[in-house]
Protein backbone atom coordinates (compact mmCIF):
# COMPACT_ATOMS: atom_id res chain seq x y z
CA UNK A 1 0.00 0.00 0.00
CA UNK A 2 1.53 3.44 -0.99
CA UNK A 3 1.38 6.04 1.33
CA UNK A 4 1.90 10.04 0.23
CA UNK A 5 0.93 12.28 2.82
CA UNK A 6 -2.36 11.98 4.75
CA UNK A 7 -4.03 10.27 2.18
CA UNK A 8 -3.52 6.84 0.89
CA UNK A 9 -3.38 4.99 -2.58
CA UNK A 10 -4.81 1.72 -2.99
CA UNK A 11 -4.75 -0.22 -6.05
CA UNK A 12 -6.29 -3.30 -5.14
CA UNK A 13 -9.73 -4.85 -4.13
CA UNK A 14 -8.66 -7.05 -1.61
CA UNK A 15 -7.10 -4.33 -0.07
CA UNK A 16 -9.56 -1.62 -0.34
CA UNK A 17 -11.94 -4.40 0.83
CA UNK A 18 -9.94 -4.69 4.37
CA UNK A 19 -9.88 -0.96 4.61
CA UNK A 20 -13.26 -0.53 4.54
CA UNK A 21 -14.32 -3.57 6.48
CA UNK A 22 -11.58 -2.56 9.30
CA UNK A 23 -13.80 1.34 9.29
CA UNK A 24 -16.55 -0.58 9.14
CA UNK A 25 -15.88 -2.86 12.62
CA UNK A 26 -15.52 0.55 14.28
CA UNK A 27 -18.66 1.47 14.08
CA UNK A 28 -17.20 4.55 11.25
CA UNK A 29 -18.71 4.91 8.26
CA UNK A 30 -17.36 5.88 4.75
CA UNK A 31 -18.38 8.24 1.67
CA UNK A 32 -17.64 7.22 -1.78
CA UNK A 33 -17.02 10.20 -4.65
CA UNK A 34 -16.47 8.08 -8.30
CA UNK A 35 -14.62 9.60 -10.88
CA UNK A 36 -12.83 8.84 -13.92
CA UNK A 37 -10.52 11.63 -12.61
CA UNK A 38 -9.21 14.16 -14.51
CA UNK A 39 -10.69 16.25 -11.51
CA UNK A 40 -12.35 20.21 -11.99
CA UNK A 41 -14.37 22.49 -9.42
CA UNK A 42 -17.45 19.78 -10.05
CA UNK A 43 -15.28 16.75 -9.00
CA UNK A 44 -13.83 18.76 -5.80
CA UNK A 45 -17.42 19.76 -4.80
CA UNK A 46 -18.62 16.53 -4.92
CA UNK A 47 -15.51 15.92 -2.75
CA UNK A 48 -16.87 18.52 -0.37
CA UNK A 49 -19.93 17.56 -0.07
CA UNK A 50 -18.94 13.76 0.43
CA UNK A 51 -16.59 14.52 3.46
CA UNK A 52 -19.23 16.45 5.25
CA UNK A 53 -21.46 13.28 5.85
CA UNK A 54 -19.16 10.46 6.68
CA UNK A 55 -16.47 9.71 8.91
CA UNK A 56 -14.29 8.76 6.00
CA UNK A 57 -13.44 10.18 1.99
CA UNK A 58 -12.74 7.68 -0.17
CA UNK A 59 -12.36 8.92 -3.75
CA UNK A 60 -12.02 6.03 -6.74
CA UNK A 61 -10.40 6.91 -9.79
CA UNK A 62 -11.05 4.81 -12.84
CA UNK A 63 -11.34 5.14 -16.33
CA UNK A 64 -13.97 2.73 -16.96
CA UNK A 65 -13.62 1.24 -20.54
CA UNK A 66 -16.92 -0.64 -20.40
CA UNK A 67 -18.70 2.69 -20.88
CA UNK A 68 -17.08 4.42 -23.38
CA UNK A 69 -18.78 3.05 -27.02
CA UNK A 70 -15.89 1.57 -29.46
CA UNK A 71 -16.03 5.28 -31.34
CA UNK A 72 -16.03 6.65 -28.22
CA UNK A 73 -12.62 8.54 -26.82
CA UNK A 74 -11.50 5.90 -24.03
CA UNK A 75 -8.47 6.00 -25.57
CA UNK A 76 -7.76 10.10 -25.44
CA UNK A 77 -9.55 10.49 -21.95
CA UNK A 78 -7.81 13.30 -20.06
CA UNK A 79 -5.34 11.49 -17.34
CA UNK A 80 -3.33 13.59 -14.80
CA UNK A 81 -3.04 11.33 -11.39
CA UNK A 82 -0.87 13.16 -9.22
CA UNK A 83 -2.30 16.33 -9.73
CA UNK A 84 -6.08 14.40 -9.31
CA UNK A 85 -4.13 12.74 -5.75
CA UNK A 86 -3.33 15.95 -4.73
CA UNK A 87 -6.62 17.21 -5.18
CA UNK A 88 -8.24 14.47 -3.64
CA UNK A 89 -6.18 14.86 -0.69
CA UNK A 90 -6.32 18.15 0.00
CA UNK A 91 -9.69 17.73 0.30
CA UNK A 92 -10.28 15.56 2.70
CA UNK A 93 -9.60 12.10 0.93
CA UNK A 94 -8.50 9.65 3.36
CA UNK A 95 -7.88 7.03 0.36
CA UNK A 96 -7.69 7.18 -3.54
CA UNK A 97 -8.55 3.81 -4.99
CA UNK A 98 -7.05 3.43 -8.73
CA UNK A 99 -7.65 -0.04 -9.76
CA UNK A 100 -5.78 -0.44 -13.37
CA UNK A 101 -8.53 -2.02 -16.03
CA UNK A 102 -6.92 -5.87 -15.02
CA UNK A 103 -7.69 -5.51 -11.16
CA UNK A 104 -11.58 -4.93 -11.93
CA UNK A 105 -12.25 -7.13 -15.15
CA UNK A 106 -9.96 -10.04 -14.73
CA UNK A 107 -9.88 -11.99 -17.48
CA UNK A 108 -13.37 -14.49 -17.78
CA UNK A 109 -15.28 -11.39 -16.46
CA UNK A 110 -19.18 -11.72 -17.78
CA UNK A 111 -21.43 -10.78 -15.25
CA UNK A 112 -23.60 -7.04 -16.31
CA UNK A 113 -25.49 -4.83 -14.19
CA UNK A 114 -28.81 -4.19 -16.74
CA UNK A 115 -31.57 -1.35 -16.62
CA UNK A 116 -34.58 -1.93 -18.92
CA UNK A 117 -36.02 1.02 -18.84
CA UNK A 118 -34.12 4.30 -18.08
CA UNK A 119 -31.16 3.82 -20.31
CA UNK A 120 -33.84 4.13 -22.94
CA UNK A 121 -33.92 7.61 -22.86
CA UNK A 122 -31.61 10.56 -23.44
CA UNK A 123 -27.94 9.21 -23.53
CA UNK A 124 -28.49 5.62 -23.74
CA UNK A 125 -30.13 6.18 -27.02
CA UNK A 126 -26.83 7.46 -28.59
CA UNK A 127 -24.63 4.94 -26.40
CA UNK A 128 -26.24 2.31 -26.25
CA UNK A 129 -24.00 0.17 -23.96
CA UNK A 130 -23.12 2.90 -21.88
CA UNK A 131 -25.12 2.83 -19.12
CA UNK A 132 -24.74 -0.92 -18.34
CA UNK A 133 -21.18 0.07 -18.21
CA UNK A 134 -21.72 2.51 -15.73
CA UNK A 135 -24.32 0.03 -13.32
CA UNK A 136 -21.98 -2.46 -13.31
CA UNK A 137 -18.58 -0.67 -12.35
CA UNK A 138 -20.83 1.18 -9.67
CA UNK A 139 -22.10 -1.92 -8.21
CA UNK A 140 -18.64 -3.25 -8.22
CA UNK A 141 -17.67 -0.44 -6.31
CA UNK A 142 -19.94 -0.20 -3.61
CA UNK A 143 -19.21 -3.85 -3.14
CA UNK A 144 -15.36 -2.96 -3.15
CA UNK A 145 -15.47 -0.28 -1.19
CA UNK A 146 -18.51 -0.54 0.96
CA UNK A 147 -19.64 3.11 1.32
CA UNK A 148 -22.90 4.08 4.03
CA UNK A 149 -23.56 7.28 1.25
CA UNK A 150 -22.52 8.02 -2.36
CA UNK A 151 -22.14 11.47 -4.40
CA UNK A 152 -22.67 12.04 -8.03
CA UNK A 153 -22.78 14.91 -9.83
CA UNK A 154 -26.49 15.89 -11.39
CA UNK A 155 -24.48 16.77 -14.39
CA UNK A 156 -24.51 13.28 -15.61
CA UNK A 157 -28.43 13.26 -14.34
CA UNK A 158 -29.07 9.89 -16.19
CA UNK A 159 -26.45 8.25 -14.75
CA UNK A 160 -27.70 9.66 -11.13
CA UNK A 161 -31.18 7.87 -12.09
CA UNK A 162 -29.56 4.96 -13.08
CA UNK A 163 -27.82 4.41 -9.91
CA UNK A 164 -30.80 5.47 -7.99
CA UNK A 165 -32.85 2.84 -9.27
CA UNK A 166 -30.10 0.13 -9.20
CA UNK A 167 -29.72 0.96 -5.36
CA UNK A 168 -33.53 0.59 -4.68
CA UNK A 169 -33.97 -2.93 -7.36
CA UNK A 170 -30.50 -4.40 -6.03
CA UNK A 171 -31.06 -3.64 -2.38
CA UNK A 172 -27.89 -1.48 -1.27
CA UNK A 173 -28.36 -0.09 1.80
CA UNK A 174 -26.79 3.10 0.33
CA UNK A 175 -27.41 6.76 0.13
CA UNK A 176 -27.13 8.07 -3.02
CA UNK A 177 -26.89 12.09 -2.75
CA UNK A 178 -27.11 14.12 -5.84
CA UNK A 179 -24.91 17.24 -6.04
CA UNK A 180 -25.72 20.26 -8.07
CA UNK A 181 -23.83 21.14 -11.18
CA UNK A 182 -20.53 23.83 -11.09
CA UNK A 183 -20.57 26.01 -13.85
CA UNK A 184 -17.93 28.02 -15.12
CA UNK A 185 -18.63 31.46 -14.65
CA UNK A 186 -20.33 32.51 -18.23
CA UNK A 187 -22.09 29.29 -17.75
CA UNK A 188 -20.21 26.15 -19.13
CA UNK A 189 -21.28 23.49 -17.13
CA UNK A 190 -17.59 21.79 -15.52
CA UNK A 191 -16.14 18.37 -17.66
CA UNK A 192 -13.06 17.16 -17.85
CA UNK A 193 -14.01 17.17 -21.59
CA UNK A 194 -13.49 21.01 -21.72
CA UNK A 195 -10.24 20.41 -22.45
CA UNK A 196 -11.08 19.25 -26.03
CA UNK A 197 -12.59 22.36 -27.23
CA UNK A 198 -10.83 25.31 -29.05
CA UNK A 199 -11.19 28.79 -28.35
CA UNK A 200 -14.30 28.64 -30.82
CA UNK A 201 -15.50 25.79 -29.70
CA UNK A 202 -15.63 27.39 -26.08
CA UNK A 203 -17.92 30.17 -27.21
CA UNK A 204 -20.50 27.80 -29.01
CA UNK A 205 -20.37 25.28 -26.11
CA UNK A 206 -22.02 28.11 -24.22
CA UNK A 207 -25.32 27.33 -25.82
CA UNK A 208 -25.95 24.80 -24.18
CA UNK A 209 -26.25 26.83 -20.80
CA UNK A 210 -28.41 29.66 -22.42
CA UNK A 211 -30.59 27.21 -24.02
CA UNK A 212 -31.67 25.86 -20.69
CA UNK A 213 -31.90 29.74 -19.35
CA UNK A 214 -34.13 30.59 -22.44
CA UNK A 215 -36.21 27.50 -21.88
CA UNK A 216 -36.32 28.12 -17.80
CA UNK A 217 -37.81 31.97 -18.74
CA UNK A 218 -40.29 30.18 -21.33
CA UNK A 219 -41.56 28.38 -18.83
CA UNK A 220 -41.67 30.57 -15.98
CA UNK A 221 -43.67 32.52 -18.54
CA UNK A 222 -46.79 29.86 -18.53
CA UNK A 223 -45.57 28.20 -21.50
CA UNK A 224 -46.37 24.63 -21.02
CA UNK A 225 -46.38 23.67 -24.76
CA UNK A 226 -43.22 21.35 -24.72
CA UNK A 227 -43.15 21.83 -28.29
CA UNK A 228 -42.36 25.66 -29.09
CA UNK A 229 -39.89 25.47 -26.40
CA UNK A 230 -37.81 22.79 -28.02
CA UNK A 231 -38.34 24.68 -31.09
CA UNK A 232 -36.64 27.73 -29.37
CA UNK A 233 -34.02 25.62 -27.75
CA UNK A 234 -32.97 23.89 -31.03
CA UNK A 235 -32.66 27.39 -32.85
CA UNK A 236 -30.64 28.70 -30.14
CA UNK A 237 -27.98 25.88 -30.14
CA UNK A 238 -27.53 25.61 -34.05
CA UNK A 239 -27.61 29.43 -34.30
CA UNK A 240 -23.39 28.54 -32.95
CA UNK A 241 -21.21 28.02 -35.08
CA UNK A 242 -20.28 24.14 -35.58
CA UNK A 243 -23.17 22.41 -33.18
CA UNK A 244 -24.76 19.35 -33.64
CA UNK A 245 -27.78 18.25 -31.46
CA UNK A 246 -27.97 14.93 -30.38
CA UNK A 247 -30.78 15.55 -28.20
CA UNK A 248 -32.90 17.90 -26.50
CA UNK A 249 -35.12 16.72 -24.64
CA UNK A 250 -38.36 17.53 -22.06
CA UNK A 251 -39.07 14.72 -20.05
CA UNK A 252 -40.11 13.47 -16.55
CA UNK A 253 -37.43 13.74 -13.80
CA UNK A 254 -37.67 10.37 -12.20
CA UNK A 255 -38.50 7.59 -15.56
CA UNK A 256 -37.17 10.55 -17.74
CA UNK A 257 -39.56 9.40 -20.16
CA UNK A 258 -40.63 12.38 -22.94
CA UNK A 259 -43.32 15.05 -21.69
CA UNK A 260 -45.45 17.26 -24.27
CA UNK A 261 -47.24 19.74 -22.14
CA UNK A 262 -45.87 20.41 -18.73
CA UNK A 263 -48.02 20.14 -15.61
CA UNK A 264 -44.91 19.65 -12.90
CA UNK A 265 -41.51 19.94 -12.92
CA UNK A 266 -39.92 18.98 -16.27
CA UNK A 267 -36.12 18.14 -16.84
CA UNK A 268 -34.46 19.18 -19.85
CA UNK A 269 -31.54 17.56 -20.58
CA UNK A 270 -29.29 18.53 -23.58
CA UNK A 271 -25.83 16.29 -25.73
CA UNK A 272 -24.11 18.57 -28.53
CA UNK A 273 -21.93 17.79 -30.42
CA UNK A 274 -19.13 21.00 -30.36
CA UNK A 275 -16.90 20.13 -33.42
CA UNK A 276 -15.77 16.64 -32.34
CA UNK A 277 -16.72 17.24 -28.44
CA UNK A 278 -19.89 15.72 -27.05
CA UNK A 279 -21.17 17.90 -24.35
CA UNK A 280 -23.97 17.61 -22.03
CA UNK A 281 -26.06 19.68 -19.55
CA UNK A 282 -29.57 19.64 -18.19
CA UNK A 283 -31.97 21.43 -15.77
CA UNK A 284 -34.91 20.65 -14.04
CA UNK A 285 -37.57 23.52 -14.21
CA UNK A 286 -40.52 24.07 -12.02
CA UNK A 287 -43.27 25.66 -13.82
CA UNK A 288 -45.06 26.66 -10.53
CA UNK A 289 -42.24 28.62 -8.80
CA UNK B 1 -41.68 -8.87 13.46
CA UNK B 2 -43.34 -12.26 14.01
CA UNK B 3 -42.06 -14.76 16.42
CA UNK B 4 -42.22 -18.31 16.77
CA UNK B 5 -40.22 -20.52 18.75
CA UNK B 6 -36.14 -19.90 18.58
CA UNK B 7 -36.75 -18.50 14.49
CA UNK B 8 -37.78 -15.15 13.46
CA UNK B 9 -39.73 -14.74 10.66
CA UNK B 10 -38.56 -11.53 9.28
CA UNK B 11 -40.87 -10.81 6.10
CA UNK B 12 -39.93 -7.35 5.01
CA UNK B 13 -35.96 -6.19 3.23
CA UNK B 14 -35.69 -3.12 5.87
CA UNK B 15 -36.57 -5.58 8.76
CA UNK B 16 -33.70 -8.16 7.19
CA UNK B 17 -31.11 -5.50 6.54
CA UNK B 18 -31.76 -3.75 10.26
CA UNK B 19 -31.82 -6.92 11.97
CA UNK B 20 -27.95 -8.43 9.68
CA UNK B 21 -26.41 -4.92 10.16
CA UNK B 22 -27.49 -5.45 14.25
CA UNK B 23 -25.48 -8.02 13.83
CA UNK B 24 -22.48 -7.80 11.79
CA UNK B 25 -21.88 -4.93 14.43
CA UNK B 26 -21.72 -7.40 16.87
CA UNK B 27 -18.71 -8.78 15.05
CA UNK B 28 -20.30 -11.95 14.62
CA UNK B 29 -21.23 -13.59 11.02
CA UNK B 30 -24.11 -15.08 8.80
CA UNK B 31 -24.73 -17.78 6.62
CA UNK B 32 -27.18 -17.64 4.31
CA UNK B 33 -28.85 -21.00 2.25
CA UNK B 34 -31.12 -19.42 0.26
CA UNK B 35 -34.01 -21.35 -1.05
CA UNK B 36 -37.33 -22.32 -2.42
CA UNK B 37 -38.41 -23.38 0.17
CA UNK B 38 -40.62 -27.20 -0.01
CA UNK B 39 -38.14 -29.02 2.10
CA UNK B 40 -36.15 -32.14 1.77
CA UNK B 41 -33.27 -33.58 3.00
CA UNK B 42 -30.99 -32.05 0.41
CA UNK B 43 -32.49 -28.48 1.75
CA UNK B 44 -31.59 -29.67 5.63
CA UNK B 45 -28.02 -30.78 4.54
CA UNK B 46 -27.72 -27.08 3.04
CA UNK B 47 -28.73 -25.69 6.83
CA UNK B 48 -26.80 -28.42 8.60
CA UNK B 49 -23.56 -27.20 6.66
CA UNK B 50 -24.45 -23.47 6.83
CA UNK B 51 -25.07 -23.67 10.51
CA UNK B 52 -21.53 -25.24 11.38
CA UNK B 53 -19.44 -22.02 9.42
CA UNK B 54 -21.19 -18.43 10.75
CA UNK B 55 -22.64 -17.47 14.06
CA UNK B 56 -26.19 -16.96 12.47
CA UNK B 57 -27.80 -19.42 10.05
CA UNK B 58 -30.64 -17.14 7.91
CA UNK B 59 -32.75 -19.43 5.99
CA UNK B 60 -34.33 -17.22 2.68
CA UNK B 61 -37.48 -18.97 1.41
CA UNK B 62 -38.71 -17.59 -1.71
CA UNK B 63 -40.25 -18.73 -4.89
CA UNK B 64 -38.38 -16.32 -7.49
CA UNK B 65 -40.97 -15.89 -10.48
CA UNK B 66 -38.34 -14.32 -12.77
CA UNK B 67 -36.44 -18.07 -12.92
CA UNK B 68 -39.19 -19.59 -14.52
CA UNK B 69 -39.99 -19.31 -17.79
CA UNK B 70 -43.51 -18.59 -19.06
CA UNK B 71 -43.95 -22.43 -19.57
CA UNK B 72 -42.88 -23.21 -16.91
CA UNK B 73 -44.36 -24.98 -12.98
CA UNK B 74 -44.08 -21.16 -11.20
CA UNK B 75 -47.99 -21.42 -10.25
CA UNK B 76 -47.65 -24.86 -9.53
CA UNK B 77 -44.91 -24.99 -7.59
CA UNK B 78 -45.17 -26.97 -4.16
CA UNK B 79 -45.38 -25.04 -0.89
CA UNK B 80 -45.47 -25.80 2.99
CA UNK B 81 -44.54 -22.46 4.77
CA UNK B 82 -45.36 -23.72 8.09
CA UNK B 83 -43.29 -27.07 7.86
CA UNK B 84 -40.38 -25.32 6.07
CA UNK B 85 -40.22 -22.67 9.21
CA UNK B 86 -40.22 -25.29 11.74
CA UNK B 87 -37.55 -27.67 9.79
CA UNK B 88 -35.42 -24.41 9.06
CA UNK B 89 -36.16 -23.81 13.43
CA UNK B 90 -35.36 -27.79 14.46
CA UNK B 91 -31.90 -26.81 12.29
CA UNK B 92 -30.91 -23.70 13.95
CA UNK B 93 -32.39 -20.96 11.78
CA UNK B 94 -32.09 -18.10 13.61
CA UNK B 95 -34.29 -16.38 10.58
CA UNK B 96 -36.15 -17.40 7.96
CA UNK B 97 -36.52 -15.03 5.54
CA UNK B 98 -39.58 -14.85 3.64
CA UNK B 99 -40.92 -11.92 1.94
CA UNK B 100 -43.59 -11.64 -0.75
CA UNK B 101 -42.74 -11.26 -4.15
CA UNK B 102 -44.16 -7.42 -4.20
CA UNK B 103 -41.50 -7.13 -1.60
CA UNK B 104 -38.33 -8.08 -3.93
CA UNK B 105 -40.20 -6.54 -7.04
CA UNK B 106 -42.09 -3.31 -6.29
CA UNK B 107 -43.82 -1.44 -9.42
CA UNK B 108 -40.70 0.32 -11.56
CA UNK B 109 -38.00 -2.38 -10.87
CA UNK B 110 -36.01 -2.70 -13.82
CA UNK B 111 -32.59 -3.98 -13.17
CA UNK B 112 -30.67 -7.25 -13.74
CA UNK B 113 -27.96 -9.09 -13.34
CA UNK B 114 -26.51 -10.75 -16.15
CA UNK B 115 -23.94 -13.44 -17.28
CA UNK B 116 -22.76 -13.69 -20.91
CA UNK B 117 -21.05 -17.00 -20.97
CA UNK B 118 -22.10 -19.63 -18.00
CA UNK B 119 -25.35 -19.27 -19.47
CA UNK B 120 -24.68 -20.21 -22.82
CA UNK B 121 -24.47 -24.23 -21.92
CA UNK B 122 -26.76 -26.93 -20.23
CA UNK B 123 -30.10 -25.27 -18.88
CA UNK B 124 -29.54 -22.16 -20.51
CA UNK B 125 -30.55 -23.42 -23.79
CA UNK B 126 -33.97 -24.54 -22.73
CA UNK B 127 -34.53 -22.09 -20.05
CA UNK B 128 -33.04 -18.77 -21.76
CA UNK B 129 -34.35 -16.25 -18.81
CA UNK B 130 -33.24 -18.70 -15.81
CA UNK B 131 -30.10 -17.68 -15.06
CA UNK B 132 -30.67 -14.00 -15.04
CA UNK B 133 -33.81 -14.51 -12.52
CA UNK B 134 -30.89 -16.46 -9.99
CA UNK B 135 -28.21 -14.02 -10.69
CA UNK B 136 -30.83 -10.93 -10.14
CA UNK B 137 -32.53 -12.30 -7.20
CA UNK B 138 -29.22 -13.78 -5.41
CA UNK B 139 -27.69 -10.66 -5.70
CA UNK B 140 -30.73 -8.98 -3.95
CA UNK B 141 -30.26 -11.36 -1.69
CA UNK B 142 -26.99 -11.26 -0.87
CA UNK B 143 -27.41 -7.63 -0.11
CA UNK B 144 -30.38 -7.62 2.26
CA UNK B 145 -28.61 -10.50 4.31
CA UNK B 146 -25.44 -9.31 4.04
CA UNK B 147 -23.81 -13.33 4.48
CA UNK B 148 -20.25 -13.89 4.82
CA UNK B 149 -21.13 -17.07 3.69
CA UNK B 150 -24.17 -18.62 1.39
CA UNK B 151 -24.29 -22.15 0.88
CA UNK B 152 -25.77 -23.24 -2.28
CA UNK B 153 -26.30 -27.90 -3.74
CA UNK B 154 -24.34 -29.05 -5.74
CA UNK B 155 -27.19 -30.83 -7.80
CA UNK B 156 -27.86 -27.33 -9.69
CA UNK B 157 -24.29 -27.21 -10.84
CA UNK B 158 -24.94 -24.79 -12.90
CA UNK B 159 -26.43 -22.12 -10.96
CA UNK B 160 -23.68 -22.82 -8.15
CA UNK B 161 -21.22 -21.86 -11.35
CA UNK B 162 -23.04 -18.92 -11.78
CA UNK B 163 -23.32 -17.61 -8.32
CA UNK B 164 -19.16 -18.18 -7.89
CA UNK B 165 -18.94 -16.26 -10.82
CA UNK B 166 -20.92 -12.96 -10.36
CA UNK B 167 -19.41 -13.17 -6.54
CA UNK B 168 -16.13 -13.14 -8.58
CA UNK B 169 -17.27 -10.49 -10.94
CA UNK B 170 -19.26 -8.27 -8.48
CA UNK B 171 -16.63 -8.36 -5.66
CA UNK B 172 -18.95 -9.54 -2.79
CA UNK B 173 -16.82 -10.51 0.06
CA UNK B 174 -19.03 -13.70 0.49
CA UNK B 175 -17.70 -17.50 0.45
CA UNK B 176 -19.82 -19.80 -1.92
CA UNK B 177 -20.12 -23.23 -0.30
CA UNK B 178 -21.15 -25.91 -2.61
CA UNK B 179 -23.02 -29.07 -0.87
CA UNK B 180 -22.99 -32.41 -2.05
CA UNK B 181 -25.68 -34.12 -3.60
CA UNK B 182 -28.12 -36.14 -1.44
CA UNK B 183 -30.14 -38.77 -3.01
CA UNK B 184 -32.63 -41.31 -1.70
CA UNK B 185 -31.36 -44.80 -1.00
CA UNK B 186 -32.21 -45.85 -4.62
CA UNK B 187 -29.97 -43.29 -5.65
CA UNK B 188 -32.97 -40.93 -6.86
CA UNK B 189 -30.98 -36.98 -6.09
CA UNK B 190 -33.37 -35.15 -4.39
CA UNK B 191 -35.86 -32.49 -5.78
CA UNK B 192 -38.96 -30.44 -4.34
CA UNK B 193 -40.36 -31.50 -8.04
CA UNK B 194 -40.04 -35.11 -7.35
CA UNK B 195 -43.80 -34.99 -5.43
CA UNK B 196 -44.60 -34.30 -9.57
CA UNK B 197 -43.91 -37.98 -10.24
CA UNK B 198 -45.87 -40.92 -10.52
CA UNK B 199 -45.19 -44.44 -9.03
CA UNK B 200 -43.89 -45.08 -13.04
CA UNK B 201 -42.31 -41.97 -13.29
CA UNK B 202 -40.50 -42.25 -9.99
CA UNK B 203 -39.07 -45.67 -11.58
CA UNK B 204 -38.20 -44.04 -15.03
CA UNK B 205 -36.74 -41.22 -12.62
CA UNK B 206 -33.73 -43.36 -11.78
CA UNK B 207 -32.26 -43.37 -14.75
CA UNK B 208 -30.45 -39.87 -14.28
CA UNK B 209 -28.49 -41.27 -11.15
CA UNK B 210 -27.92 -44.93 -12.84
CA UNK B 211 -26.63 -43.00 -15.94
CA UNK B 212 -24.45 -41.00 -13.89
CA UNK B 213 -23.06 -44.03 -12.54
CA UNK B 214 -22.42 -46.15 -15.79
CA UNK B 215 -20.58 -43.05 -17.70
CA UNK B 216 -18.14 -43.18 -14.15
CA UNK B 217 -17.32 -46.84 -14.37
CA UNK B 218 -16.62 -46.22 -18.06
CA UNK B 219 -14.32 -43.07 -17.57
CA UNK B 220 -12.34 -44.99 -14.72
CA UNK B 221 -11.76 -48.16 -17.01
CA UNK B 222 -10.07 -45.45 -19.16
CA UNK B 223 -12.86 -44.40 -21.83
CA UNK B 224 -11.30 -40.81 -23.02
CA UNK B 225 -13.91 -40.40 -25.79
CA UNK B 226 -17.30 -38.59 -24.78
CA UNK B 227 -19.00 -40.12 -28.03
CA UNK B 228 -19.64 -43.91 -26.69
CA UNK B 229 -19.97 -42.13 -22.94
CA UNK B 230 -22.96 -39.83 -24.16
CA UNK B 231 -24.24 -42.55 -26.91
CA UNK B 232 -24.29 -45.05 -23.46
CA UNK B 233 -25.56 -43.17 -21.28
CA UNK B 234 -28.52 -41.86 -23.63
CA UNK B 235 -29.47 -45.39 -24.71
CA UNK B 236 -29.73 -46.05 -20.83
CA UNK B 237 -31.90 -43.38 -20.21
CA UNK B 238 -34.30 -43.42 -23.34
CA UNK B 239 -34.49 -47.28 -22.30
CA UNK B 240 -36.89 -46.05 -19.53
CA UNK B 241 -40.66 -45.17 -19.95
CA UNK B 242 -41.39 -41.37 -20.79
CA UNK B 243 -38.18 -39.98 -20.44
CA UNK B 244 -37.19 -37.46 -22.83
CA UNK B 245 -33.51 -35.77 -22.51
CA UNK B 246 -33.13 -32.34 -22.43
CA UNK B 247 -29.41 -32.58 -22.41
CA UNK B 248 -26.94 -35.06 -21.54
CA UNK B 249 -23.32 -33.11 -21.65
CA UNK B 250 -19.77 -34.01 -20.82
CA UNK B 251 -17.80 -30.53 -20.19
CA UNK B 252 -15.46 -28.84 -18.57
CA UNK B 253 -16.46 -28.43 -14.81
CA UNK B 254 -15.67 -24.35 -14.56
CA UNK B 255 -16.57 -23.31 -17.99
CA UNK B 256 -19.49 -25.55 -18.64
CA UNK B 257 -17.88 -25.68 -22.17
CA UNK B 258 -18.81 -29.15 -24.12
CA UNK B 259 -15.30 -31.51 -24.19
CA UNK B 260 -14.56 -34.22 -26.44
CA UNK B 261 -11.47 -36.17 -24.80
CA UNK B 262 -11.65 -36.57 -21.12
CA UNK B 263 -8.24 -35.98 -20.10
CA UNK B 264 -8.96 -34.35 -16.63
CA UNK B 265 -12.00 -33.94 -14.44
CA UNK B 266 -15.19 -33.94 -16.21
CA UNK B 267 -18.67 -32.94 -15.33
CA UNK B 268 -21.38 -34.94 -16.49
CA UNK B 269 -24.76 -33.03 -16.35
CA UNK B 270 -28.10 -34.15 -17.66
CA UNK B 271 -31.52 -33.37 -17.81
CA UNK B 272 -34.58 -35.12 -18.34
CA UNK B 273 -37.94 -34.49 -18.67
CA UNK B 274 -39.84 -37.99 -16.72
CA UNK B 275 -43.64 -37.36 -18.22
CA UNK B 276 -44.27 -33.84 -17.56
CA UNK B 277 -41.88 -33.12 -14.70
CA UNK B 278 -38.35 -31.94 -15.90
CA UNK B 279 -35.13 -33.20 -13.48
CA UNK B 280 -31.39 -32.73 -13.65
CA UNK B 281 -28.42 -34.68 -11.99
CA UNK B 282 -25.01 -34.33 -12.38
CA UNK B 283 -21.60 -35.90 -11.45
CA UNK B 284 -17.77 -34.77 -11.59
CA UNK B 285 -15.68 -37.64 -12.71
CA UNK B 286 -11.96 -37.62 -12.17
CA UNK B 287 -10.66 -39.69 -14.70
CA UNK B 288 -7.12 -39.93 -13.07
CA UNK B 289 -9.13 -41.44 -9.76
Known sequence: MERTGKAKIIRTTVQMQQWSEQVQ??????????TMGYFHQGHLSLMDAGKSVADHLVVSLFVNPTQFGANEDFGAYPKNFD????????RGAAVVFAPDSGEIYPPGFQTSVVLSELPRNLCGLSRPVHFQGVAT???KLFNIVKPRIAVFGCKDYQQLQVIRQLVKDLNFNIIIM???????VDGLAMSSRNV????DERKSALSLSSA???AERMIKQGETRCKPILAAV????????????DYATLCDPETLNAVDTITSPVLLALAVKVGTTRLIDNRVIDPGQ
Request: hydrophobic content about 40%; aromatic content about 4%.
Open 178 to 184: GAPIVRE
Open 212 to 214: LTL
Open 137 to 139: VVT
Open 234 to 245: TALILDHRDTRI
Open 196 to 199: YLSP
Open 83 to 90: RDFNLAES
Open 25 to 34: KQGETICLVP
